[in-house]
C-alpha cells in the first residue's frame, strides 16, 4: 500500500512546472537567438548586429611589465598607481611625505625606510613614493614594474 501512495505522490507536478519545455509557453532558443537579444539591449533595443561584439585591446603601455634594474645610490620613483615586485635584492621604501606604500600581499602600510619584501606586490597610489637599495648593500636590485617610473 505504502507504494501505491509514493507511485501517485511522485506523478504530481510541482506548482508552476505544468508547461512542457517546446511550448508557446515554455519555448526553447537558441544561443544565437540570445546573443542577439544581448546585443540588442547592449545598443539600446534598436535592432544591432547579431555577432556580439569583440572586447576591445588593453593598450600596450598600460598593461606591460617591465623589469628594472636599479643600481646603489639610486631611487626608483613610482608614478600614481604603479606596482612593482622586488624580485631580488634588499629594498627599503621612499617617500617624500608621512604616508607610506601599499602591500598588497600582506594588506600592510608600508613607511620610509622600511624593508620592502620580496615577492610581495606593491601599490603606490600618488607620486613622490618609491624603492631604494638599502643603505649598505653593494648589490642592485631587480624589480618588476607596471606602470610609470622615473629613476633618479
Known sequence: MSGTIL??????P???ASTSPG???DPVVTKSYVD???QQA???????STNPTTPSQ???????VKNVALSPGKILIANPGTEFIVRSGNAV???????????LTDGKDLLNGQAAPKNHLLSF???????????GQQNGLIVMVRGGYTIR
Open 7 to 12: 507511485g501517485s505522490t511522485l506523478n504530481t
Open 14 to 16: 510541482a506548482d508552476g
Open 23 to 25: 511550448t508557446t509557453d
Open 36 to 38: 542577439q537579444q544581448i
Open 42 to 48: 547592449l545598443n539600446g533595443s534598436g535592432g544591432g
Open 58 to 64: 588593453p593598450s600596450q603601455g598600460a598593461e606591460e
Open 93 to 103: 621604501i621612499y617617500t617624500e611625505d608621512k604616508n607610506g606604500v601599499a602591500d
Open 125 to 135: 597610489p600618488r607620486e613622490g613614493r618609491g624603492i631604494q637599495v638599502k643603505e
